[in-house]
């Protein structure tokens, strides 16, 4: 049995690989943070099979005990701070867990090493946001960073510390490019998820305002149980590697307002949206449209949710959701 170990579990990719790995027959452990962090409930609820590890992205000693004690076959580092709103008011601790705590992790897979001279597969969750201020359209693997926050920063330190530990000490180390990807399990505070929790309740009567920052930000959003298939076909291959994982098409927020609001049959959205400066980010990405061939060609990857039918089924997630919360007061 395949043993995996996951940085993360309690976000949103960390649920949906968690499900999918059990799938496959693995033995799966998630690494949680904190002193009676209140999410392993809920992992532990969704995922009967998972075993719960204590560990931090900051606490390098931490880090060693878990893999010497889940000596796993593979290891998915996806825990960071992960919110680009929060990296630009919190930017120390930003680079700290999801830049040197990349760093910490591949420390603690050299020390400890692979079980029974099998070396353990490291996946780093990279991002779109390195590319920041595009140097060309679509992005790919070749595409020169430029990032535009202090997460996307993070994320590229953590990028090039990945490529530098598979040349340097031959570990099968490989970096997923991701694109923005959503789904219900999507915290509430990122735009794609705080649009269809407000959709909901403005149609639930529970709310009547959505305030938002720029709404011609455009984006190329995914499903996320689709990206993190992508994560294991890349532990799966022989050699390890960098690969964009994105649809290929994005949409701006108006884009989004529109399907969302329309799949509750509101089409004059106007009256419900106000725009806030102080939702605007110091600096902007430009638009974030990924070529993701390499992936297609070599992991026969392929995202299955087109935009129109995930915003749709997280609307109808949220009108459930909200509904029974309401049933519930
Ligand atoms: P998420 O929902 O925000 O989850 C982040 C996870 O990181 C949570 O489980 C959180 O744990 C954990 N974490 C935070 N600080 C930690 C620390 N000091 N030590 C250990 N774990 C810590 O993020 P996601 O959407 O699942 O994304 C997964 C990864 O992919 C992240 O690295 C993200 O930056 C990257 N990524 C995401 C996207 C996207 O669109 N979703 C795109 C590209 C890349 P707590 O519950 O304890 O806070």
């Known amino acids: 049995m395949p043993r995996a170990l996951i940085t993360g579990i309690t976000g949103q990719d960390g649920r949906h690989l968690a499900g999918l790995l059990v799938g496959k027959g693995y033995d799966v452990h998630g690494m949680v943070r904190g002193q009676n962090n209140p999410k392993i409930q809920m992992v532990q609820d969704e995922t009967p099979e998972l075993e719960i590890i204590e560990g931090d992205l900051q606490d390098l000693s931490s880090l060693i005990a878990v893999v010497e004690q889940v000596q796993p076959d593979e290891v998915y580092n996806l825990g960071a701070v992960s919110f680009v709103a929060l990296s630009f008011r919190q930017p120390e601790l930003t680079a700290d867990i999801s830049g040197a705590g990349v760093l910490r992790l591949l420390e603690a897979i050299r020390v400890v090493g692979g079980s029974d001279g099998n070396p353990i597969r490291f996946y780093q ?8 201020k595009v140097r060309q359209t679509p992005q790919n693997e070749t595409t020169p960073f430029h990032p535009r926050s202090p997460y996307g920063t993070a994320k ?3 990028h090039y510390t990945t490529l530098n530990y598979r040349e340097s000490y031959g570990l099968h180390a490989s970096s997923g490019i991701l694109f923005n990807h959503t789904g219900p399990k999507r915290g509430l505070e990122f ?5 269809s929790n407000a959709v909901a309740r403005i149609k639930l009567g529970l709310q009547d305002i ?5 709404l011609d930000s455009s984006r190329d959003w995914g499903y996320a149980g689709d990206y993190v298939e992508a ?3 890349m532990l799966q291959q022989d050699e390890p590697g960098d690969y964009v994982v994105a649809t290929g098409q994005t949409h701006t927020i108006r884009e989004l307002l529109d399907v969302a609001f329309g799949a509750v049959g509101i089409d004059d959205w106007g009256q419900h949206v106000r725009t806030d400066r102080r939702f605007l980010r110091p600096a902007e990405v430009d638009v974030l449209i990924g070529d993701a061939s390499k992936a ?5 990857w392929e995202p299955t949710l087109d935009f129109q039918t995930l915003i749709k089924v997280m609307v109808d997630h949220d009108l459930e959701l909200e509904a029974r919360k309401a049933g519930d007061r």
């Open 231 to 233: 994560m294991w076909r």
């Open 210 to 214: 959505l305030t938002l920052g720029y």
């Open 156 to 158: 590229v330190f953590g």
């Open 296 to 300: 297609r060609n070599q992991l026969g």
């Open 125 to 132: 969750a990279s991002s779109s946001e390195m590319f920041g």
């Open 191 to 195: 735009v794609s998820r705080k649009v």
